[in-house]
Antibody
Framework: EVQLVESGGGLVQPGRSLTLSCSAS????????LHWVRQAPGKGLEWVSG????????GYADSVKGRFTISRDNARNSLFLQMTSLRVEDTAFYYC??????????????WGQGTLVSVSS | QSVLTQPPSVSAAPGQKVTISCSGS????????VSWYQHLPGSAPKLLIF???KRPSAIPDRFSGSKSGTSATLGITGLQTGDEGDYYC????????????FGAGTRVTVL
Protein backbone atom coordinates (compact mmCIF):
# COMPACT_ATOMS: atom_id res chain seq x y z
CA GLU A 1 0.00 0.00 0.00
CA VAL A 2 1.31 3.42 -0.96
CA GLN A 3 1.92 5.67 2.03
CA LEU A 4 2.98 9.31 1.95
CA VAL A 5 3.53 10.98 5.31
CA GLU A 6 4.18 14.70 5.48
CA SER A 7 5.88 16.47 8.36
CA GLY A 8 7.42 19.82 9.20
CA GLY A 9 4.36 22.04 9.17
CA GLY A 10 3.65 24.58 11.87
CA LEU A 11 3.20 28.22 12.76
CA VAL A 12 5.77 30.60 11.31
CA GLN A 13 6.06 34.37 11.01
CA PRO A 14 5.92 36.13 7.66
CA GLY A 15 9.32 36.33 6.01
CA ARG A 16 10.66 33.26 7.79
CA SER A 17 11.51 29.82 6.37
CA LEU A 18 10.22 26.30 6.83
CA THR A 19 11.08 22.94 5.30
CA LEU A 20 8.49 20.23 4.72
CA SER A 21 9.36 16.55 4.40
CA CYS A 22 7.48 13.61 2.96
CA SER A 23 8.39 10.04 3.78
CA ALA A 24 7.21 7.48 1.22
CA SER A 25 6.69 3.73 1.31
CA UNK A 26 4.82 0.99 -0.50
CA UNK A 27 6.20 1.68 -3.99
CA UNK A 28 9.52 1.99 -5.81
CA UNK A 29 10.26 5.59 -4.92
CA UNK A 30 12.68 6.44 -7.73
CA UNK A 31 10.28 5.18 -10.40
CA UNK A 32 7.91 8.12 -9.96
CA UNK A 33 7.69 11.87 -10.13
CA LEU A 34 6.39 13.64 -7.04
CA HIS A 35 4.59 16.90 -6.33
CA TRP A 36 3.44 19.25 -3.62
CA VAL A 37 -0.16 20.44 -3.81
CA ARG A 38 -1.66 22.84 -1.26
CA GLN A 39 -5.10 23.85 -0.09
CA ALA A 40 -5.69 27.08 1.78
CA PRO A 41 -8.44 26.96 4.42
CA GLY A 42 -11.81 27.06 2.68
CA LYS A 43 -10.21 27.23 -0.75
CA GLY A 44 -9.50 24.84 -3.61
CA LEU A 45 -6.44 22.84 -4.60
CA GLU A 46 -3.31 24.54 -5.95
CA TRP A 47 -0.37 22.75 -7.52
CA VAL A 48 2.83 24.10 -5.95
CA SER A 49 5.77 22.18 -7.38
CA GLY A 50 6.82 18.92 -9.01
CA UNK A 51 10.02 16.94 -9.55
CA UNK A 52 10.77 14.06 -11.89
CA UNK A 53 12.29 10.77 -10.74
CA UNK A 54 15.88 11.84 -11.31
CA UNK A 55 15.60 15.59 -10.57
CA UNK A 56 15.90 16.20 -14.30
CA UNK A 57 12.65 18.14 -14.57
CA UNK A 58 11.44 20.52 -11.87
CA GLY A 59 8.53 22.94 -12.00
CA TYR A 60 6.98 25.57 -9.78
CA ALA A 61 3.77 27.54 -9.70
CA ASP A 62 4.30 31.23 -10.36
CA SER A 63 3.07 32.02 -6.86
CA VAL A 64 6.07 30.28 -5.24
CA LYS A 65 8.77 30.55 -7.92
CA GLY A 66 11.99 31.93 -6.47
CA ARG A 67 10.87 31.30 -2.88
CA PHE A 68 10.28 27.54 -2.71
CA THR A 69 12.69 24.73 -3.63
CA ILE A 70 11.65 21.13 -4.18
CA SER A 71 14.11 18.28 -3.82
CA ARG A 72 14.16 14.53 -3.29
CA ASP A 73 16.48 11.94 -1.80
CA ASN A 74 15.86 8.64 -3.56
CA ALA A 75 18.14 6.76 -1.15
CA ARG A 76 15.93 7.84 1.76
CA ASN A 77 12.58 7.66 -0.07
CA SER A 78 11.99 11.29 0.86
CA LEU A 79 10.64 14.44 -0.76
CA PHE A 80 11.27 17.94 0.54
CA LEU A 81 9.96 21.46 0.10
CA GLN A 82 12.12 24.34 1.29
CA MET A 83 9.96 27.39 1.76
CA THR A 84 11.55 30.81 2.25
CA SER A 85 10.18 34.36 2.46
CA LEU A 86 6.87 32.92 3.61
CA ARG A 87 3.75 35.03 3.18
CA VAL A 88 0.38 34.99 4.91
CA GLU A 89 -1.12 33.69 1.65
CA ASP A 90 1.10 30.59 1.86
CA THR A 91 -1.04 29.39 4.76
CA ALA A 92 -2.45 26.01 3.68
CA PHE A 93 -2.45 22.28 4.05
CA TYR A 94 0.45 20.95 2.00
CA TYR A 95 0.00 17.53 0.41
CA CYS A 96 2.76 15.24 -0.82
CA UNK A 97 1.50 13.66 -4.03
CA UNK A 98 2.72 10.79 -6.21
CA UNK A 99 2.53 10.97 -9.99
CA UNK A 100 1.62 7.95 -12.16
CA UNK A 101 4.83 8.34 -14.19
CA UNK A 102 8.54 8.89 -13.71
CA UNK A 103 8.32 12.21 -15.53
CA UNK A 104 5.65 14.74 -14.61
CA UNK A 105 2.51 13.36 -16.23
CA UNK A 106 0.42 15.37 -13.73
CA UNK A 107 -1.88 12.50 -12.80
CA UNK A 108 -1.85 12.45 -9.02
CA UNK A 109 -2.76 8.92 -7.95
CA UNK A 110 -1.73 8.91 -4.30
CA TRP A 111 -1.91 11.69 -1.74
CA GLY A 112 -0.68 12.09 1.82
CA GLN A 113 -2.90 13.38 4.60
CA GLY A 114 -1.27 16.80 4.51
CA THR A 115 0.61 19.03 6.92
CA LEU A 116 -0.62 22.46 7.92
CA VAL A 117 1.54 25.53 7.44
CA SER A 118 0.27 28.68 9.13
CA VAL A 119 1.99 31.97 8.35
CA SER A 120 1.04 34.67 10.80
CA SER A 121 2.60 37.34 12.94
CA GLN B 1 -9.83 33.23 -9.71
CA SER B 2 -9.22 29.85 -11.36
CA VAL B 3 -8.72 29.52 -15.10
CA LEU B 4 -10.94 26.43 -14.98
CA THR B 5 -14.55 27.25 -14.15
CA GLN B 6 -16.72 24.84 -12.17
CA PRO B 7 -20.18 25.36 -10.65
CA PRO B 8 -19.91 25.93 -6.88
CA SER B 9 -22.40 23.20 -6.07
CA VAL B 10 -24.66 20.49 -7.45
CA SER B 11 -27.14 18.27 -5.64
CA ALA B 12 -29.41 15.33 -6.25
CA ALA B 13 -31.24 12.59 -4.38
CA PRO B 14 -29.68 9.18 -3.68
CA GLY B 15 -29.65 7.01 -6.78
CA GLN B 16 -29.87 9.96 -9.14
CA LYS B 17 -27.23 11.37 -11.48
CA VAL B 18 -25.23 14.56 -11.30
CA THR B 19 -22.92 16.15 -13.81
CA ILE B 20 -20.17 18.65 -13.06
CA SER B 21 -18.85 20.90 -15.78
CA CYS B 22 -15.34 22.28 -16.11
CA SER B 23 -14.88 25.09 -18.59
CA GLY B 24 -11.45 26.22 -19.73
CA SER B 25 -9.71 27.53 -22.81
CA UNK B 26 -7.61 26.42 -25.73
CA UNK B 27 -4.42 26.71 -23.66
CA UNK B 28 -5.56 24.18 -21.07
CA UNK B 29 -8.51 21.84 -21.69
CA UNK B 30 -8.39 22.54 -25.43
CA UNK B 31 -4.83 21.24 -25.76
CA UNK B 32 -4.26 18.87 -22.84
CA UNK B 33 -5.86 16.07 -20.88
CA VAL B 34 -8.29 16.64 -18.01
CA SER B 35 -8.25 14.86 -14.66
CA TRP B 36 -10.87 14.78 -11.94
CA TYR B 37 -10.32 14.44 -8.19
CA GLN B 38 -12.67 13.64 -5.34
CA HIS B 39 -12.02 15.19 -1.94
CA LEU B 40 -14.23 13.79 0.80
CA PRO B 41 -14.31 15.32 4.30
CA GLY B 42 -11.50 13.98 6.44
CA SER B 43 -9.82 12.15 3.57
CA ALA B 44 -7.02 12.82 1.15
CA PRO B 45 -8.02 13.71 -2.42
CA LYS B 46 -8.46 10.77 -4.80
CA LEU B 47 -7.89 10.50 -8.55
CA LEU B 48 -11.20 9.64 -10.22
CA ILE B 49 -10.55 10.26 -13.92
CA PHE B 50 -7.39 10.84 -15.95
CA UNK B 51 -6.75 11.50 -19.65
CA UNK B 52 -10.28 12.90 -19.95
CA UNK B 53 -12.20 9.65 -19.60
CA LYS B 54 -10.07 6.89 -18.07
CA ARG B 55 -10.72 5.47 -14.62
CA PRO B 56 -8.10 3.98 -12.30
CA SER B 57 -8.90 0.33 -11.69
CA ALA B 58 -10.28 0.94 -8.19
CA ILE B 59 -12.79 3.59 -9.29
CA PRO B 60 -16.32 2.25 -9.96
CA ASP B 61 -17.95 2.85 -13.34
CA ARG B 62 -20.51 5.10 -11.68
CA PHE B 63 -17.93 7.79 -12.34
CA SER B 64 -17.32 8.89 -15.91
CA GLY B 65 -15.49 11.68 -17.69
CA SER B 66 -15.74 13.31 -21.07
CA LYS B 67 -14.24 16.24 -22.93
CA SER B 68 -15.39 18.35 -25.83
CA GLY B 69 -13.43 21.31 -27.10
CA THR B 70 -12.53 23.49 -24.15
CA SER B 71 -14.93 21.88 -21.66
CA ALA B 72 -15.00 18.68 -19.67
CA THR B 73 -17.68 16.92 -17.67
CA LEU B 74 -17.69 14.53 -14.74
CA GLY B 75 -20.74 12.33 -14.35
CA ILE B 76 -21.74 10.45 -11.22
CA THR B 77 -24.60 7.97 -11.49
CA GLY B 78 -26.29 6.04 -8.70
CA LEU B 79 -25.47 8.85 -6.28
CA GLN B 80 -24.63 7.67 -2.75
CA THR B 81 -24.37 9.55 0.54
CA GLY B 82 -20.69 8.61 0.57
CA ASP B 83 -20.20 10.68 -2.59
CA GLU B 84 -20.76 13.94 -0.70
CA GLY B 85 -17.72 16.14 -0.94
CA ASP B 86 -15.74 18.34 -3.26
CA TYR B 87 -14.78 17.53 -6.83
CA TYR B 88 -12.01 19.23 -8.77
CA CYS B 89 -11.02 19.23 -12.40
CA UNK B 90 -7.41 19.80 -13.34
CA UNK B 91 -5.32 20.29 -16.48
CA UNK B 92 -1.93 21.53 -17.62
CA UNK B 93 -2.03 25.05 -19.00
CA UNK B 94 0.32 25.69 -21.87
CA UNK B 95 0.23 29.48 -21.62
CA UNK B 96 3.38 31.15 -20.38
CA UNK B 97 4.24 30.26 -16.78
CA UNK B 98 0.76 28.89 -16.07
CA UNK B 99 1.66 25.40 -14.90
CA UNK B 100 -0.87 22.85 -13.70
CA UNK B 101 -4.24 24.35 -12.79
CA PHE B 102 -7.25 23.12 -10.82
CA GLY B 103 -10.81 24.33 -10.94
CA ALA B 104 -12.19 25.97 -7.81
CA GLY B 105 -14.11 22.83 -6.95
CA THR B 106 -17.75 21.73 -6.89
CA ARG B 107 -19.50 20.64 -3.74
CA VAL B 108 -21.75 17.61 -4.31
CA THR B 109 -24.65 17.32 -1.90
CA VAL B 110 -26.84 14.23 -1.65
CA LEU B 111 -30.33 15.38 -0.70
Amino acid sequence: EVQLVESGGGLVQPGRSLTLSCSASGFTFDDYALHWVRQAPGKGLEWVSGISWNNGVIGYADSVKGRFTISRDNARNSLFLQMTSLRVEDTAFYYCVKDVDSTMAFYFDSWGQGTLVSVSS
Amino acid sequence: QSVLTQPPSVSAAPGQKVTISCSGSISNIGETFVSWYQHLPGSAPKLLIFQNDKRPSAIPDRFSGSKSGTSATLGITGLQTGDEGDYYCGAWDTSLNAGYVFGAGTRVTVL
